[in-house]
């Protein structure tokens, strides 16, 4: 052994060297923080909806369907990247979207969907940012996806792209998607 | 023209590195005598030109050249010339020229340094500087080129990021690089032996004043870097255990352990294969340290903007450099043994616990900073670790280091008894110990129970180290430098001690939102608020504030924290004013306009804060002037004859 | 040198993701009713990572996120959730990386115990060759006279 123990710090070297090259590796998602939420239900809320004022969005009206609940706000440069991919995921028909508007003035949030156009089946306002925290945002975009039962299946972050939708969406869903209850509008 | 001329030195500069390398390590091995005597002029050859490299970049800073792409980047022609020339250093590229001229330095002075110590020996000392310069320049030249042209040449630059337009910029990163390089020396010092096939005293005594030197200038490099973040940064914070901090701090405990470890090799020629191995770590973790800070795998806000390619470079010059020196310990060491005997109580025994204590301190820093990393490769989720990890489990190793450290100091080689000090030692064990508690009870209310055994530790160093000096003037002995130096060393670790305790103990701090005229209340300290006025500067406008304050009446300082715009990045940074008032620092930034004239405030007391970042002084000084003792300027060259010869009284059972 | 970004440029930046919005800025002025109630609040804001800034606390985090998470805090004090319910409430969203403090759970505990272990195991050699050298100088009858330092 006496001789060997000349060896152990060559050893550790070499372990920290594979843990530094795996470091490498992953260092481009540093930032992005996996979702506790990931299967267990999505926080029960009831808001104001921002198209029909005097009505409420709430978790029990979107019980039975999936649905992709999407975290944005007129102040975010991102989300408008990522405006057409969602128009055409309404135009595509396969899950409808649930808008939450954080941190926005209610008018200016409905000026901006007029002007760009609105992809969202419904919008719930959050205007002093608590359901984000709910929901464990810290960034938007942040869209989450949520099967019939009301359990957060996945969170993608960042503007949707196209191989977002293909990649990590759709095979998410069952294969017999139907369009849900209401989503042409 | 002139960035040309400066990527063409850099071109030779790599060229004369490989030189330096390969006939300082080849020449010893094949005995040629001329290829070593070639070293010297490659060396300094190689200094000629990194020191032309990096006097062109500065003439294009200060010329405003936005041609090339790195002073468009981080500079900008309302920059003030001081900026502009400490802009070199503000990012990544320029920052490693910066390494790699700090590094030419070293070496060129080690080059004299050695230049009457055993041809062979020296020779492979500069030609493992050689090997590690070699590599930054190509890593320069391959990924980070500050000489790279921009076409066509921007009309003016992005500047230099608000924060960094301060003067801490211009002395933090030369001071703490030339001690992260320095520990080059010492590394090479150890690569040498190890080639060798040969450590001993002479060796110790050596390689000491190098460690020492890089040791002073990592301490200095260190303070300086929390001294700026507290006034700059951190509403009065000064460490956060962040990984670039860690990154430093982590060679500067290995250096420490490396100097006590020299001490016993030195004196005793024991702990020789353990000397042989701080060395080789102590610059590893500058290297470690180096790559932490450019390759993006940590969250630091400190961190240099990163690439993965950038990192993937680093981790194999990493292996190439650190593995082979310790595939060449592993070879090498076990040959070195050493015969001699210490009891229990013995100078050795305190100082091999000196040593386990600080690489302990230094390991459990390194695993907190690489936590992360390991979850993350492990897949064992997100893991963050802050100061509710670094503070308890650091203290854990440090207060027996203290503890031990003021008994240790008087313990004599080889045979530990203590004799006629141990009295005196256990008077000033129980004076220091009055003294924490008085302090802290008697003078304040409050305060945590680590609090009186922080003062009392702080202050028994103090005492303790007093002793021998005290008793050596009485009995008209001289102190020698190196015993002064060690002195001041260990009473500036004290004064730190004392003063960061009273830090985490004392401070009062407080937001408050305050109109024109009103008045908040810290402690005794009233600061009254006298509203806001339009200020402007250089290359910034803003808003400053007026705020009285008092202490117990008597007037402390009209206090002028700012909140500026800088017109280029059109950001706006908060400047803390901070005053000292007796012994403690006084802090109030400016928050938010709270509208109706009331703005938000940061008030904040901070008793003995600068104490710290003056201890910190206060130990690289002890370290430079240990270092001017007469003895390691006596480096004679044995001869064949004298190493024949066993010395008559000691070392008799040296080996190897 | 060391710092590009320091701490407020990456706050401007983070603030830069909420475009023409005022960050609300880290010094906050707090009313708890008790103070009690308050140091628990300072205590707990010191402890949690802000998710945008990520080098910095909810304390200091001048970022609207941020702000919304001390009101959230102080949301839940003042309900009277002890301080151990908060933290599992911002886990529960969030995960560990929100804590300062790393937890000590299975993935974990060789982070908390590593420090002692190590100690330990130096101890542990140090003793080994202290006796081993302590034997040798048992036998050794010479008393070198050796100056110190």
Redesign the interface.
């Known amino acids: 052994m006496s001789r060997l123990r000349f060896i152990i710090p060559l050893v550790v070297f070499a372990l920290l060297v594979a843990v530094l090259g795996i470091g490498i590796r992953q260092s481009p998602d540093k930032n992005i923080i996996p979702s506790p939420l990931i299967g267990k239900p999505a926080p029960a809320f009831s808001l104001p909806n921002l198209i029909e004022p005097g009505q409420r969005v709430s978790t029990a009206q979107l019980r039975g369907h999936w649905y992709l609940f999407n975290i944005w706000g007129t102040w975010c440069v991102e989300c408008r990247v990522e405006q057409p991919m969602l128009l055409k995921i309404k135009q595509s028909g396969v899950i409808p979207l649930v808008g939450l508007d954080w941190r926005d003035d209610p008018n200016d949030a409905l000026s901006y969907l007029k002007q760009e156009g609105d992809p969202y089946e419904t919008i719930a306002v959050d205007q002093d940012g608590s359901e984000a925290i709910m929901w464990g945002a810290y960034g938007a975009p942040e869209t989450f996806l949520v099967n019939p039962q009301g359990i957060v299946v996945y969170k993608y972050i960042g503007p949707i792209t196209e191989e977002a939708w293909q990649r990590e969406i759709l095979p998410r869903l069952p294969l017999a998607s139907t369009p849900a209850a209401g989503s042409s509008s | 023209m002139i960035p040309e001329l400066g990527q063409f030195a850099l071109i030779l500069a790599l060229l004369l590195a490989a030189l330096q390398a390969f006939f300082g390590i080849v020449g010893p091995a094949l005995k040629r005598d001329r290829w070593m005597a070639a070293v010297t002029p490659a060396v300094t050859g190689q200094f000629v030109m990194v020191a032309t490299s990096m006097g062109c970049l500065v003439t294009s800073f200060i010329n405003n050249d936005f041609s090339v792409r790195y002073v468009a980047e981080n500079s900008n022609s309302a920059l003030p010339l001081f900026y502009r020339v400490a802009a070199l250093w503000g990012a990544h590229s320029g920052s490693l020229i910066l390494w790699i001229f700090l590094l030419a330095c070293w070496s060129i002075a080690a080059a004299v340094g050695t230049s009457r110590l055993p041809r062979a020996f020296a020779s492979r000392v500069i030609g493992v500087l050689g090997v590690i310069s070699f590599g930054f320049l190509l890593y320069t030249l391959a990924t980070s080129n500050p000489f790279l042209r921009l076409d066509p040449p921007w009309p003016d630059g992005e500047s230099l990021n608000p924060i960094l337009q301060d003067p801490g910029l211009a002395g933090h990163p030369p001071i703490l690089y030339t001690g992260y390089v320095g520990l080059a020396v010492a590394f090479a010092f150890a690569g040498a032996a190890m080639l060798e096939g040969r450590l001993d005293r002479d060796w110790a005594r050596w390689t000491r004043p190098w460690t020492t030197a890089a040791w002073a200038f990592l301490s200095c490099g260190i303070a300086l870097g929390s001294w700026w973040a507290y006034y700059t940064l951190g509403w009065g914070g000064f460490w956060f255990w962040d990984p670039v901090e860690n990154a430093s701090f982590m060679p500067w405990l290995m250096a420490t352990a490396l100097i006590h470890s020299l001490a016993v090799t030195e004196k005793r020629g024991l702990f020789k294969s353990w000397t042989l191995l701080l060395a080789v770590l102590a610059f590893s973790l500058s290297l470690v340290g180096t790559f932490l800070v450019r390759s993006g795998v940590l969250v630091s806000v400190h961190s240099f903007a990163a690439s993965p390619s950038r990192g993937e470079f680093i981790l194999t010059f990493l292996v190439l450099m650190i593995g082979s020196a310790l595939a060449l310990y592993a070879w090498r060491a076990p040959l070195l043994k050493s015969e001699a005997g210490f009891e229990l109580t013995a100078r050795e025994s305190f100082l091999l616990f000196n040593n386990i204590l600080l690489v302990t301190a230094c390991a459990t820093v390194f695993a907190g900073t690489i936590a992360p990393l390991i979850s993350g490769a492990l897949h064992l989720g997100k893991l963050s670790v802050g100061p509710p990890y670094f503070n308890p489990t650091f203290l854990l190793s440090i207060l027996p280091l203290l503890a031990l450290l003021s008994v240790g100091i008087h313990a004599s080689w080889k045979r530990g008894n203590l004799g006629n000090r141990a009295r005196i030692l256990m008077l000033t064990l129980i004076a220091a110990a009055v003294l924490g508690c008085a302090v802290v009870f008697g003078l304040f209310t409050g305060g945590r129970v680590l609090s009186p055994i922080g003062i009392g530790l702080g202050i028994w160093i103090i005492l303790s180290s007093l002793i021998d000096p005290i008793d050596r003037l009485r009995r008209h002995i001289s102190i020698p430098r190196a015993v002064l130096g060690m002195t001041i060393a260990h009473i500036g670790l004290g004064i730190f001690v004392i003063s960061i305790t009273s830090v985490e103990a004392f401070t009062a701090e407080q937001d408050v939102a305050l109109a024109r005229g009103s008045t908040a209340q810290l402690g005794a300290y009233e600061f009254r608020f006298e509203g806001v006025s339009p200020i402007e500067g250089p290359n910034y406008s803003g808003v400053g504030g007026t705020v009285v304050v008092t202490h117990d009446g008597a007037p402390v300082a009209v206090m002028h924290p700012e909140k500026r715009k800088y017109w280029v990045q059109q950001t706006v940074t908060t400047h803390a004013d901070i005053r000292m008032y007796r012994v403690s620092n006084v802090l109030v930034a400016l928050g938010q306009d709270l509208g109706d004239g009331r703005w938000s405030l940061r008030l904040q007391v901070r008793p003995l804060v600068s104490f710290i970042w003056l201890a910190a002084f206060i130990m690289a000084t002890g370290g430079m002037l240990a270092i001017s003792d007469r003895r390691y300027r006596l480096a004679r060259a044995p001869s064949p004859a004298s190493a024949a010869v066993p010395p008559a009284v000691v070392t008799r059972g040296e080996a190897g | 040198?060391?710092?590009?970004?320091?701490?407020?440029?990456?706050a401007?930046l983070c603030a830069s993701?909420?475009?023409?919005?005022s960050a609300?800025?880290?010094?906050?002025?707090?009313r708890m009713p008790t103070p009690q109630l308050e140091a628990r609040y300072l205590d707990l804001i010191h402890?949690f990572?802000c998710?945008?800034?990520?080098?910095?606390s909810l304390a200091?985090s001048p970022v609207?996120?941020a702000a919304?998470?001390r009101?959230?805090i102080r949301d839940l004090l003042l309900a009277g959730k002890t301080d151990q319910q908060i933290r599992d409430f911002m886990?529960?969203?969030?995960?560990?990386?929100?804590?300062?403090?790393?937890p000590f759970v299975l993935?974990?505990a060789w982070?908390?115990l590593?420090?002692?272990v190590?100690?330990l195991v130096?101890?542990v050699?140090?003793v080994g060759?202290?006796r081993k050298?302590?034997?040798?100088?048992?036998?050794?009858p010479r008393?070198?006279?050796?100056?110190?330092?």
């Open positions: 040198m060391r710092i590009r970004a320091g701490r407020l440029l990456l401007a993701l909420l475009l023409g919005v609300a800025y880290a010094i906050a002025p707090t402890g990572r998710m945008q800034c990520q080098d910095e200091d609207d996120l919304d998470m009101r959230e886990v529960s969203r969030y995960g560990y990386f929100i804590l300062f403090k790393p993935g974990t982070l908390w590593a420090p002692g190590i100690l130096g101890t050699v140090a060759v202290i050298r302590a034997a040798i100088a048992a036998t050794d008393d070198d006279d050796l100056t110190d330092a």
